[in-house]
């Protein structure tokens, strides 16, 4: 079973969008990696997930996305787009994770995440 383990938020102006959710919902924004400003949304000891707000890129420039942590990035995307899904970003290699981003069968975006 595969879990949301974030989300991110696409803004075109995402160091002023970090600023009003630190301002409104007290979040502590991190210095952006990759245009990536991390978001913690409060203490790991509650429930809830973490997530950030990044530029929003051409294929999604406005909106939120979830991240959804799985096994294999690969296989993953073999299946979404069995079951009528489409990658509109290819598999990026971050290090100690892959991500890619697709859209399932009705238009919903999400990301994938493979932890190394």
Request: charged share 20%.
């Amino acid at each position: 079973m595969s879990r949301v383990v974030g989300f991110e938020i696409s803004s075109q102006d995402a160091a002023t969008q970090s600023k009003f959710y630190a301002d409104v919902f007290g979040w502590e924004l991190s210095e952006p990696n990759w245009g990536y400003y991390p978001a913690k949304t409060g203490p790991s000891d509650k429930t809830g997930i973490d997530g950030g707000i990044a530029q929003g890129p051409e294929h999604f420039p406005v909106g939120v996305r979830l991240q959804i942590q799985v096994e294999s990035i690969e296989e993953s995307i073999a299946k979404a787009i069995e079951h009528g899904g489409k990658v509109v970003q290819d598999v990026m290699d971050f290090g100690d994770f892959k991500l890619a981003y697709i859209v399932d069968s009705v238009g919903v975006h999400y990301g994938l995440i493979e932890n190394y």
